[in-house]
């Protein structure tokens, strides 16, 4: 059973950074993409930032584009979501999921609140 655990959330003022991290468990984490995803108040659940199994290839929403960074350390089974020059609009709770060999996100953490002040 897969278990994804994120931690690094809180309240940062805009501008300010924060480093959210997600430790997963219960498979083998450097066979898998690994994404971040977000729902803000109110809004369905989107996409933030994906990264592939072995770390070379990344995507981003455009919104993030430029502000965030996405990594992991396949001996840690930690994936890392870095993110700069945080804006309000990015007030969300953030989750981690974890890809299938279909390439589905099938797993998901429990979430991690941010909350970005003006």
């Known amino acids: 059973q897969v278990q994804l655990v994120e931690s690094g959330g809180g309240p940062v003022q805009a501008g300010g950074s924060l480093r959210l991290s997600c430790a997963a468990s219960g498979r083998t984490f450097s066979a898998y993409t690994m994404g971040w995803f977000r729902q803000a108040p109110g809004k369905g659940r989107v996409f933030v930032a994906t990264?592939?199994?072995?770390?070379?290839?990344?995507s981003y929403a455009d919104s993030v584009k430029g502000r965030f960074i996405i990594s992991r350390d396949n001996a840690k089974n930690t994936v890392y979501l870095q993110m700069n020059s945080l804006k309000p609009e990015d007030t969300a709770v953030y989750y981690c999921?974890?890809?299938?060999?279909?390439?589905?996100?099938?797993?998901w953490g429990q979430g991690t609140q941010v909350t970005v002040s003006s």
């Open positions: 990264i592939t199994s072995s770390g070379y290839s990344t």
């Open positions: 999921a974890m890809s299938n060999y279909q390439g589905t996100f099938d797993s």
